[in-house]
């Protein structure tokens, strides 16, 4: 703020008239004589004038813009929400399958049909036919032993039945001329007796020589050994030239259409199975290729000392690719449930009840579901759901109803 200025009170000029006084010099006269002191004005007038040019410059740049065309105000358009990114493996397209219930059974391979050939008689082997490996039909020969000794017994004893039938003849026919004489009065009954017992032992007699004769035929015929039935021989323990006697092994034949796996399963599941029900195994060497069997038969008890029940389990073998002593791994379908539809566990959302997203176009849609049984893998049956819906089956964090997705592939 300006200060007031006292003038102080100027000497009268005595040398200066009045007519060459200037007007300054006269106002600063008179107010010397009325004896009041004065204020500077100029900066109120200064202040005056700023303010005068301020509001000239405001009114100005009003008229400015006021000729300017006013444009229509934009309304700022609303932020899109962001798209989430889901993969393709966190979700899957519904489709019907087929849910099962194992149990876990392994053990190894057997043919289902096997022989250990003996010989029936003793002899030299003349020949041997077949070597392991060797495929046989039944009814081939496989092992010939020499009959020449046993069809002279066979001989021997047709020799000996003939002779026997023949007293035989002459007994019966001595009885019967003696049984005539005895009707006549002319032969004393006790002759006739004898002649009835005589003609009784030459009937045995043939009766044990005929069953001679079927026991050498029998040798004979079991001097040729045949295979049983159509098979593979798995092994051979003679040679010819060798002198064998009745019940040497020879040969062992199996049958390779179907197989055995002797397994064991966990004792707890015996109470699941039962035969019949199917198997599906894997085994080792034949680089993953399945093949589907049949529980034939179940232990009534465990393995002593193990917690393993041993099953048994009939594989059919069409072409040969299984052998004898394989590994093979199976699950038994204790539980079935076909054309059903399922999702994992992660897939089912709790939030306000049970329910999935289903992704419909490029959004997220809330589909409630009703949970059902749990199969193994993690797999839920639901209801609520058709063929061909897409489901997300992750469990990611943050979804929401509605939200934007987009399908990718990391």
């Given amino acids: 703020m300006a200060k007031d200025i006292v003038d102080t009170p100027a000497a009268e000029p005595a040398a200066k008239p009045d007519w060459a006084l200037t007007r300054r010099e006269r106002r600063a006269m008179e107010r010397a004589r009325g004896g009041r002191a004065t204020r500077r004005r100029w900066p109120w007038v200064v202040l005056a004038l700023l303010v ?41 397209v ?18 289902y049909r096997r022989v250990d050939l003996s010989a029936e008689t003793g002899g030299r082997v003349e020949e041997v036919a077949v070597r392991p490996g060797d495929a046989v039909t039944a009814g081939q020969v496989l092992v010939q032993v020499d009959v020449e000794r046993l069809g002279l017994d066979v001989q021997l004893a047709r020799s000996n039945a003939d002779s026997t039938r023949a007293q035989l003849a ?19 009954p006790t002759t006739a007796a004898e002649l009835r017992a005589s003609v009784a032992a030459q009937r045995a007699s043939l009766a ?34 060798a002198v064998i006697g009745a019940g040497t092994p020879l040969l062992t034949v199996v049958d390779l259409t179907r197989m055995e796996m002797v397994g064991v399963a966990p004792v707890g599941a015996g109470a699941t199975l039962s035969a019949g029900q199917a198997v599906e195994l894997s085994v080792d060497g034949l680089g993953g290729q399945s093949f589907e069997g049949t529980v034939e038969r179940i232990a009534p008890v465990a393995q002593e000392g193990t ?14 690719p299984l052998l004898g002593g394989m590994f093979a791994t199976g699950r038994i379908v204790v539980a079935e449930q076909p054309d059903a539809l399922a999702v994992p566990q992660g897939a089912i959302r709790e939030e306000g009840g049970p329910h ?22 993690g797999r839920v049956q639901v209801e609520g759901l058709a063929p061909g819906d897409r489901v997300v089956t992750a469990a990611l964090e943050g979804l929401e109803p509605g939200q934007p997705v987009e399908l990718v592939e990391f």
């Fill in 307 to 320: 917690r393993a029940l041993p099953v048994y389990v009939e594989v059919p073998n069409a072409g040969g």
């Fill in 52 to 92: 005068v040019a301020a509001a000239a410059g405001v009114w100005l740049w009003r008229e400015r813009q006021a000729a300017v065309p006013a444009e229509a105000p934009v309304a700022a358009a609303p932020e899109a929400p962001r798209a989430v990114q889901i993969d393709d493996d966190e979700w899957a």
């Fill in 208 to 241: 044990a020589q005929e069953d001679a004769i079927r026991s050498a035929e029998l040798a004979l015929e079991g001097a040729t050994v045949r295979a049983p039935f159509d098979g593979v021989v798995s092994a051979r323990s003679v040679e010819p030239g």
């Fill in 170 to 188: 002459v007994a019966e026919d001595q009885l019967q001329r003696q049984e005539a004489l005895i009707e006549r009065g002319v032969a004393a």
């Fill in 94 to 111: 519904l489709e019907p399958e087929t849910l099962r219930r194992t149990v876990r059974v392994i053990g190894t391979l057997q043919p």
């Fill in 356 to 377: 999935v997203l289903v992704i419909e176009g490029d959004a997220l849609v809330r589909r409630d579901v009703t949970p059902g049984e749990e199969w193994p893998g």
